[in-house]
């Protein structure tokens, strides 16, 4: 169901696990872009094509020949196959881009600076707007509000205006008889060939990124068809079109399906006591909002948090950023991606479209993030500590914040979990 990517750094955007979608150009979700591709319009014109050597055309087509009795041992006409692959040909561009998806430590709070700007914001307000009856209507049958609905619709394809203009078939094509995640790949094409043979959508119609996701709020193939919905009732479950009843009702119909609870918000922003133990900031210690006021965490207006179940306290930047309250909302968001910039910038901009406020505390802009290097130097440094590396890798998942507040608390500092520039310093030592 789910394309898997890397484990966020907490405060710095990698690559992330996208469980509807994979990267649509200029859309907010937070994964890597080539530099050298980022201003590139996609497109399947053979006016922006590469030339493709011989030898790879000829094994290209052997693989479709092969692929076609696959396809057909699943439930797939000879007839489907037929209309999806004519015309279709190796694309290098789609490989280019799976080859060169670099190391991105955008931080997050130039994510959100994008993902809830003022023209962000106003755009979703219009858009809520001028789609209200309908949203409004998909917030009474899915029970999913429908400002969080228009936000995941806005950083996602900036309210439908880029909904990515690659051919379907043939960038899962290239990438499934490439190789490297071809068994993924290959998954999805007979999930968009099955999508093609229900009539849902004409093959040439079928569009959206290089890495098959689709629509205006970046379904992949295989999420499409389990949770993708006929909102309109004309048959069809249409996320292609410029109407987007069907993709906004089936991204509602999705964080559903995954628990959404109305009326529970994904977060609140809140200010800590004077010497929080940053070690209760695991989203693994959840308590009750009361609970968390009688040690001092309140709302911005200094006010215990009404109790809308339990929550985990999130420093996203550390102990020196905003703090959040984050309660089940949020983990459902994540189905989406699993990014926690991601989960907020979508719960942020809901509320500022809502009318809600802007962030209130500072962040630490001036922070230096840890490069790559430095990252797989700062695992080295915990394991040869015995703190508990697993892998070197330089990607900062859970094993790997743990690890960091194991050494942070063994030589007394708040133990926040945060890679930076300090920390690798203080390992230096």
């Known amino acids: 169901m789910s394309m898997k990517f890397l484990i966020p750094l907490s405060g710095v955007i990698l690559m992330t696990n996208a469980a509807c979608a994979g990267p649509v150009e200029r859309s907010l979700r937070p994964e890597a872009r080539p530099a050298a591709l980022s201003s590139v319009q996609q497109t399947s014109g053979t006016s922006t094509r ?45 490989i280019e881009r799976d080859r060169n998806q670099a190391e991105f430590t955008r931080q997050i709070w130039d994510y959100l600076d994008s993902a809830a700007s003022p023209v962000r914001v106003a755009n979703g307000q219009a858009a809520l707007q001028k789609h209200r009856r309908t949203l409004q209507a998909i917030e009474d049958r899915f029970g999913v509000e429908k400002e969080v609905v228009t936000a995941v619709w806005g950083l996602e394809s900036a309210y439908g205006e880029r909904r990515g203009t690659m051919d379907i078939v043939e960038s899962l094509a290239t990438l499934a008889h490439d190789g490297r995640r071809g068994p993924f790949f290959e998954a999805q094409l007979i999930a968009a060939l099955q999508i093609i043979q229900a009539g849902d959508v ?42 987007p009843t069907d993709a906004l009702a089936s991204t509602a119909a999705y964080l559903k399906r995954f628990g959404w609870t109305k009326g529970q918000p994904w977060g609140v922003e ?89 962030i209130q505390t500072p962040w630490p802009r001036g922070y230096k993030p840890l490069s790559f290097d430095e990252r797989m130097e700062m695992q080295q440094r915990l394991q040869a500590r015995g703190f508990g590396i697993e892998k070197i890798d330089g990607i900062i998942g859970p094993n790997t914040t743990e690890a960091i507040r194991a050494f942070q608390m063994s030589a007394g500092v708040t133990p926040d979990g945060f890679p930076s520039q300090d920390l690798l310093a203080l390992l230096k030592r």
């Open 50 to 94: 590469q030339e493709v050597p011989a030898a790879t055309r000829a094994a290209f087509n052997r693989w479709i020949d092969g692929f076609r009795g696959r396809a057909q041992a699943q439930g797939i006409r000879a007839d489907v196959l037929n209309r999806a692959f004519a015309g279709i040909s190796y694309n290098p561009l789609v």
């Open 270 to 358: 809140v200010r800590l006591p004077r010497g929080f133990n940053a070690g209760l900031a695991k989203r693994d210690i959840k308590r009750a909002p009361s609970d968390w006021a009688a040690i001092g965490v309140t709302d911005m207006n200094g006010r215990a948090v009404p109790n809308h179940g339990a929550a985990a306290i999130l420093l996203p930047a550390g102990a020196s950023g905003a703090a959040f309250m984050i309660f089940d909302n949020f983990a459902v968001i994540e189905r989406y991606n699993q990014a926690d910039a991601y989960v907020i910038g979508v719960g942020h901009l809901s509320d500022r479209i809502k009318g809600g406020p802007e």
């Open 202 to 243: 004409d093959p040439r119609s079928m569009t959206g990124s290089w890495a098959g996701a689709m629509g205006h709020t970046q379904f992949i193939p295989t999420s499409y068809l389990a949770y993708a919905v006929d909102f309109t009732g004309d048959g069809k479950r249409d996320i292609w079109s410029d109407d």
